[in-house]
T-cell receptor
């Protein structure tokens, strides 16, 4: 069956360090992969999208990699700040629809 | 981008009752989506609502339990019927990004607790 795995344990890091979150998937052939941020009591907010033919995408302090051989995406936040503390969701879309499938998300806690 | 509002933001309901959640978008969109997010779980798509047609429900969700209305291009409602404690969840509506049609904008969610 299709599966998206994100680390269920919270990631705790110190301010200024780089946070790296992982999204693994099985039995998917995604056309693209997305990362969203979700704060408590809020809906998810889109951050970045990376396509299957792209290895890396950057936006300000954010970087996403996509390895279709390993079936894995890594999400990096450099120079992390306490304001980056949130849950980060990855979502896969096999194309042809507007409806991605979401992982459970990983909570990131950045300590001052 | 799209700005989405939902009402109510939260509610506490008794078993056996029904709750209707409203979703308003600040621009016209073709499709609106309703999701459920149970504690510690991923977002699960309930149904897709197109204006002028019946909603399309995902496996495990039925119209009798989750009736949806889509009277115009900026508004939709989701009703959670005959509620049980298992329906306690966050309910989110979303719309597609009209420019890229690849990402979604989400409302703030409705936090429902059923006693």
């Amino acid at each position: 069956s299709q599966k998206i795995e994100q680390n269920s344990e919270a990631l705790n890091i110190q301010e200024g360090k780089t946070a790296t979150l992982t999204c693994n998937y099985t039995n998917y052939s995604p056309a693209y992969l997305q990362w969203y941020r979700q704060d408590p009591g809020r809906g998810p907010v889109f951050l970045l999208l990376i396509r299957e033919n792209e290895k890396e995408k950057r936006k300000e302090r954010l970087k996403v990699t996509f390895d279709t051989t390993l079936k894995q995406s890594l999400f990096h936040i450099t120079a992390s700040q306490p304001a980056d503390s949130a849950t980060y969701l990855c979502a896969l879309d096999q194309g042809g629809s507007y409806i991605p499938t979401f992982g459970r998300g990983t909570s990131l806690i950045v300590h001052p | 981008s799209a700005v989405i509002s939902q009402k109510p933001s939260r509610d506490i309901c008794q078993r056996g009752t029904s709750l209707t959640i409203q979703c308003q978008v600040d621009s016209q969109v073709t499709m609106m989506f309703w999701y459920r997010q149970q504690p510690g779980q991923s977002l699960t798509l309930i149904a897709t609502a197109n204006q002028g047609s019946e909603a399309t429900y995902e496996s495990g969700f039925v119209i009798d339990k989750f009736p949806i209305s889509r009277p115009n291009l900026t508004f939709s409602t989701l009703t959670v019927s005959n509620m049980s404690p298992e329906d306690s969840s966050i309910y989110l509506c979303s719309v597609e990004d009209r420019a890229t049609q690849e990402t979604q904008y989400f409302g703030p969610g409705t936090r429902l607790l059923v006693l």
